[in-house]
């Protein structure tokens, strides 16, 4: 790829303005899920089933015992109570596995255990506390009948032969993996994890083995591209590092060069239209497709979106913002649902909650903010903090952020005690437990 000259009326391109709703549905529209592979279970963990999965077998094969205790008939226990228990002949025992199971009559019980499966002619199970677990061989004394027609659980109950389990676009969890064994399934279709090609730029950055040099006051560090890279491996994408790019030209297209195999290009600084903001000029002259470029959201309005001619087709090419919250904002909005999408999945929208403002939002522009929050519970009720200065050139607080408070462009103060709306960005094991609704 070469460079041609500058795009007629570059500097005088408008920018978009669109509003941070419009422009998500602008991204989503643009992807399409990968195609499918074949992976084992274990590696199927958090990938999109590409395939439906159907039963291919009946379970429970057989009605079987919820609980350790006798198989009866539910007539038998009439008027059991302690002053006058029922008492039974025992005429076998039942374990899980056994295949055979002793028929029950008229009087009878059979010793059973949970999962076994229930003898022909019993249609309850009594729990094992209320009877004398045989304190004469042979003999059950029963003295509630209070488990009639109970702990029975039947044939098919959990998934019948045939029957769909999971469909295409469900998220494979944990849970989804115990239905996938149990549907016999040693392998599983997903779709192809999207690859990221993630180039941070600006001449002032300083990689960490440069971190000598933002000791002594030439350079700030370089944060974004980590940040970025953790961000999508987090949703299951392959972070390319394509390293950190000199305000120059060459460098720029370069190193965007290296990135042509990925599926995504996520760049990092030199989104406006400043003089030292190359990646728009360098972009333009290799036939970009711009799709839009500003959005009127707080922090990261210069996030643009569009596309790059490659032999293949055409390349997704996100630029977000060079301040940290910018970029950690933009792409929890735009980029990270657009992966999910190119992955197969059918959820790829954050989990929101209604919280209440635990101090005041000021957002004085007519702008749509997402502000940084922690959570905490107070007497039952979920509070959103600020998780300090939300200047979008800090990093500490992005730590520290349990959620998004997303405060409308209509809206320029959310008092303390008023409801806001947070988007859950923090599920690991220290999130705070927040109601959903």
């Known amino acids: 790829m070469t460079t041609g000259s500058r795009a007629s009326g570059f500097e005088d391109r408008q920018p978009d303005w669109l509003d941070a709703d419009e422009a998500v549905a602008r991204v989503l529209a643009g992807a399409s899920p990968l195609g499918p592979e074949s992976v084992t279970l ?48 025992v005429v076998g025992v039942v374990l899980a596995g056994q295949t055979d199971p002793p028929v029950v009559g008229p009087g009878h019980a059979v010793r059973i255990m949970t999962g076994a499966p229930v ?59 115990g239905v996938l064994s149990a549907a016999g399934r040693e392998a599983v279709l997903v779709h192809r994890a999207p690859s ?24 700030i560090p370089e944060s974004n591209g980590p940040m970025i890279a953790a961000m999508s491996r987090a949703v299951g994408a392959w972070p390319i590092d394509l390293g950190v790019a000199d305000d120059d030209s060459a460098d720029i297209l370069q190193r965007i060069d290296a990135g042509a195999e990925a599926d995504v290009i996520v760049t990092i600084g030199g989104a406006s239209m400043g003089e030292a903001d190359l990646v728009k ?11 839009f470029w500003r959005v009127k959201m707080r ?42 999408k190119l992955a197969g999945h059918r959820q790829v929208m954050r989990r929101r909650v209604r919280c209440i403002a635990g101090e005041p939002f000021r957002t004085p522009a007519a702008l749509t903010y997402f502000q940084r ?17 939300q200047g979008s050139g800090l990093v500490t607080g992005l730590a520290r952020a349990d959620g998004l408070a997303v405060v409308r462009h209509d809206v320029d103060l959310v008092e303390e005690g008023d409801p806001i709306e947070v988007i859950l960005v923090d599920a690991g094991p220290a999130a705070v437990e927040a109601p959903m609704g």
């Open 42 to 89: 274990t590696e199927s963990i958090g990938r999109a089933l590409a395939e439906e999965v159907v039963a291919s077998a009946t379970l429970p094969p057989w009605d079987n015992s919820a609980m350790d205790g006798y198989a009866v008939r539910a007539a038998d226990l009439d008027g059991a109570d302690p002053s006058s228990p029922v008492e039974l002949t």
């Open 119 to 177: 003898p022909p002619g019993a249609d309850t199970v009594v729990r094992v506390e209320d009877t004398d677990a045989e304190l004469e061989s042979g003999q059950v004394r029963i003295f509630n009948d209070r488990d009639r027609g109970r702990h029975v659980r039947s044939a098919g109950q959990d998934m019948m032969l045939g029957e769909s389990l999971l469909e295409p676009g469900h998220t494979v969890t944990p849970g989804s993996i």
């Open 196 to 219: 990221v090609g993630v180039l941070s730029t600006g001449s002032e950055l300083r990689p960490v083995d440069r971190y000598d040099e933002v000791q002594a006051g030439l350079g």
């Open 281 to 291: 000029r360098v972009l333009d002259e290799v036939g970009f497709e711009q799709d």
């Open 299 to 340: 922090p990261g309005s210069p996030f643009g979106f569009g596309w790059l001619p490659r032999d293949e087709g055409r390349q997704a090419i996100f630029s977000l913002p060079g301040n940290p919250s910018s970029a950690f904002v933009t792409f929890e909005v735009f980029v990270r649902p657009f992966l999910l």
């Open 373 to 389: 929050v922690s959570l905490t519970m107070d007497s039952g009720v979920l509070k959103a903090n600020l998780t300090g200065p």
